[in-house]
């Protein structure tokens, strides 16, 4: 009966890989074009933040200012980007925690090659 808990023990431990987050910092536009919609986009794709009429958005939400208060583009009234770093975990397509975030000039992300134009 020992080695059975002893197996499924090891076996529980190997599964958490794929079930954990592993935190990343991500650098690239932090776009907000309108109510509700936000997103990250940097080298290796689009992150969505948060999307208008959904209730969910990630933990650590309120760790991102208001961004239009530095080095920002209005593209839509109030709304629109800059450029940013954050500290995330991720799923595919979603960021699912911030942990840190820091707002950068501007020039940094148009002097990214790897990074295409923001909108």
Same mark, same amino acid.
């Given at each position: ?15 958490? %890989? ?14 907000? %074009? ?5 997103? +990250? ?16 958005? %990630?933990?650590?939400?309120? +760790? ?50 790897? +990074?295409?134009?923001?909108?």
């Amino acid at each position: 009966m020992k080695r059975i808990y002893g197996t499924v023990a090891a076996l529980a431990f190997l599964a958490l %890989p794929a079930f954990a987050h592993a935190a990343e910092n991500r650098c690239g536009w932090i776009q907000n %074009p309108t109510p509700g919609n936000w997103w +990250l986009d940097d080298a290796e794709g689009t992150w969505v933040i948060r999307s208008q009429g959904s209730e969910d958005e %990630p933990k650590g939400m309120d +760790l991102i200012p208001d961004i239009s208060e530095r080095d920002y583009v209005r593209t839509n009234g109030n709304y629109g980007y800059a450029c940013g770093c954050m500290r995330v975990e991720t799923d595919d397509v979603h960021i699912v925690e911030i942990l840190s975030f820091r707002q950068v000039k501007l020039s940094q992300c148009r002097s990214d090659r790897t +990074l295409g134009s923001p909108g």
